[in-house]
């Protein structure tokens, strides 16, 4: 079946280095989104890249749409204790409303 | 507005025991969603709704039902608990127009 997968699992970073996580899909998707969760809190919704090669920014973060619209990625700038928690990506299965969810990738910041 | 509300936050159920975790919005989105998020992993889709009265499986639908008689409510039954089912419970929803999914807080539920 459809698996969205991520990398790295886990990534440990010193305050201000970049951080990149990755989300790669099985088959095409029509959208993506991600999410982060900060620890013993739930997932907020960060943004949603539909268009293929989209690539939106929020502040220090960079999200884009791979060309085939099957990978993307989350990439951080100079990282800060608060962006702590885990970023999940997620893609529609059985259509729109069948959310499935990569396994996420936990950043942990030493100040 | 509260969003989505979930209840219990925290249970601890014996195997084989029943329970209902209770979930409401009030965001009047048509869409609504179980997730589980064992340890340190993603999150599951269990079950989800378009609408009242319409629900379909997800991912991991086994050993759990549910039902949508309103907008608002989408409980999640847990019939005969299994330790494999502990786990965190998000409930979440999310309007046909836009695809942001909002999250209640989860619900803890551990089986011993």
């Known amino acids: 079946g459809q698996q969205v997968m991520q990398i790295p699992q886990y990534q440990h970073v010193q305050e201000g280095e970049d951080f990149t996580t990755y989300c790669n899909s099985s088959?095409?998707?029509?959208?993506i989104q991600w999410y982060k969760q900060r620890p013993g809190g739930h997932p907020v919704f960060l943004i949603q890249?539909?268009?293929?090669?989209e690539v939106k920014k929020q502040k220090r973060l960079t999200f884009q749409f791979g060309e085939a619209k099957k990978n993307s990625s989350l990439h951080i700038t100079a990282t800060q204790t608060t962006d702590v928690g885990t970023y999940f990506c997620?893609?529609?299965?059985?259509?729109?409303?069948?959310?499935?969810f990569g396994a996420g990738t936990r950043l942990t910041v030493k100040p | 507005n509260a969003g989505v509300t979930q209840t219990p936050k925290f249970r601890i159920l014996k195997i084989g025991q029943s329970m209902t975790l209770q979930c409401t919005q009030d965001?009047?989105?048509?869409?609504m969603y179980w997730y589980r998020q064992d340890p340190g992993m993603g999150l599951k889709l269990i079950y989800y709704?378009?609408?009242?009265?319409?629900?379909d499986k997800g991912e991991v639908p086994n050993g759990y039902n549910v039902s949508r008689s309103t907008t608002e409510d989408f409980p999640l039954r847990l019939e005969l608990a299994a330790p494999s089912q502990t786990s965190v419970y998000f409930c979440?929803?999310?309007?046909?127009?836009?695809?942001?999914?909002?999250f209640g807080e989860g619900s803890w539920l551990t089986v011993v």
């Open positions: 709704s378009v609408g009242a009265g319409i629900t």
């Open positions: 979440a929803c999310s309007s046909p127009t836009g695809n942001t999914i909002y």
């Open positions: 965001m009047n989105h048509n869409y």
């Open positions: 997620a893609g529609p299965f059985r259509g729109n409303n069948d959310m499935r």
């Open positions: 890249l539909v268009k293929s090669g």
């Open positions: 088959t095409t998707l029509s959208n």
